[in-house]
């Protein structure tokens, strides 16, 4: 196997690959790149086994062939070379001698046949803006579920219908969904809960994409391509709440919030919150937000806002880091807090344009 290929071509295609690698290293193959040279190009792919991401960089190949190498060295290895065409070859022993410029490496690699197989995708395309990933998903990935016995809860809803694209996310205490209304009369309907990680690597594909991403779906697998690159992702099973159930559709009491107000605040007053709580309580009465925490152990703080509120005097307790999470995936500055009442979920609403929401839905604290 030989192949020439430009040094930053190929350090992009090997930085892009490497949030998938397999961290644990149980498995020694899977902490491998598997690289194929064929005519013009070389296809850079990585798995985990759940997830598999693919690449591909252009390239001068006199002699075809396929070698894993070890990902993270490789990408070490480029990262050092200077800005120039890198000869690579691989003999039969599977150690692959590159030189770059004055310099030279070798490289010990492993049989092609050890690699796990990829699974093509063989049904219908749903073709989508990558914008919608790229600018959804950040939004939701605070409120999935931490908890590893909470196997259906470890990864977000995507819903894909002719009138919506829809992502939720949930933990138990606290549920995130964001959605654009719209026309998708040529979709797929989809219906299906994509892994936390399978996530992030779908996000980052989007955001770099510079057509629209098709995506398309499996008995149990997600499959999304955009370009050169492309992902496989292995789906969650088990029921995921009724989200609907838990989404306040009866909210007496409405203000507006300023992230850029807020915000701050929030990091202030939770210097003082509990460490094992982290609870807050938020004081409502005409015109006036007041923050509290109180630390048994280490004192007190608060912190008093002018918001447009002309309801009833009310407490209400929160875990901060819910409201702080929830604040740091906030782009916009104006969000809507609406609830019933002090033992009552609180809804809070951004908008995102003419088609796009974010909602998110916290749980109080028992106060």
């Known amino acids: 196997m030989k192949f020439i290929i430009d040094r930053n071509a190929l350090y992009n295609e090997l930085t ?9 290293n149980t498995i020694p193959i899977l902490s491998h790149l598997l690289v ?39 990408w070490e290895i480029v990262k050092s070379l200077p800005s120039a065409e890198i000869h690579c ?22 049989e092609r046949d050890n690699y796990p197989e990829d699974q ?34 470890k990864g977000a809803k995507f819903e894909l219908n002719q009138e919506r694209v829809r992502f939720i996310a949930t933990d138990g205490h606290r549920l995130a969904l964001v959605e654009r209304q719209g026309n998708f009369q040529e979709a797929q309907e989809t219906d299906v ?9 779908l996000a980052k594909l989007c955001a770099e994409a510079e057509a629209p ?16 690159r492309q992902l496989s992702a292995r789906l969650l099973s088990g029921d995921f709440p009724d989200y609907r ?17 807020i915000a701050p605040a929030l990091r ?46 009310v407490a209400i307790g929160f875990n901060v880091q819910f409201l702080s999470d929830f604040f740091n995936a906030v782009e916009e500055d104006q969000v809507s807090f609406s609830f019933k009442d002090a033992h009552s979920q609180a809804l809070l609403t951004v908008d995102l344009g003419p088609q796009d929401c974010l909602r998110e839905v916290i749980m109080p604290l028992r106060t």
């Open 89 to 110: 070859l691989v003999g039969s022993d599977h150690q692959a001698e590159l030189k770059c410029a004055g310099a030279r490496f070798k490289l010990a690699g492993l």
């Open 245 to 261: 159930a838990v989404i306040p559709t009866n909210h007496e009491h409405r203000f507006t919030l300023s992230c850029a107000t």
């Open 193 to 201: 809960l994509i892994p936390r990680k399978a996530l992030n690597e």
């Open 36 to 74: 194929e040279a064929s005519a013009g190009k070389l296809t850079l792919r990585v798995t985990d086994l759940d997830l598999i991401v693919t690449t591909e960089c252009p390239a001068e190949v006199p002699l075809k062939g396929a070698v894993c190498l070890p990902a993270r060295k490789l």
């Open 268 to 313: 202030r007053v939770a210097l003082m919150t509990e460490s094992r709580s982290h609870a807050m309580t938020w004081a409502l009465e005409n015109g006036q937000l007041q923050l509290t925490a109180n630390d048994k152990e280490g004192g007190e703080a608060d912190d008093c806002l002018a918001v447009d509120y002309e309801g009833a005097q």
């Open 213 to 228: 991403v098709q995506i398309g779906r499996s008995e149990n697998r997600f499959y999304a391509k955009a370009g050169r």
């Open 120 to 153: 093509p995708y063989e049904g219908i395309w749903s073709e989508l803006d990558g914008e919608v990933f790229a600018r959804f998903i950040p939004r939701i990935m605070h409120a999935i579920c931490q908890e590893e016995s909470r196997y259906a809860l």
């Open 16 to 24: 892009f690959l490497q949030s998938a690698l397999e961290k644990r």
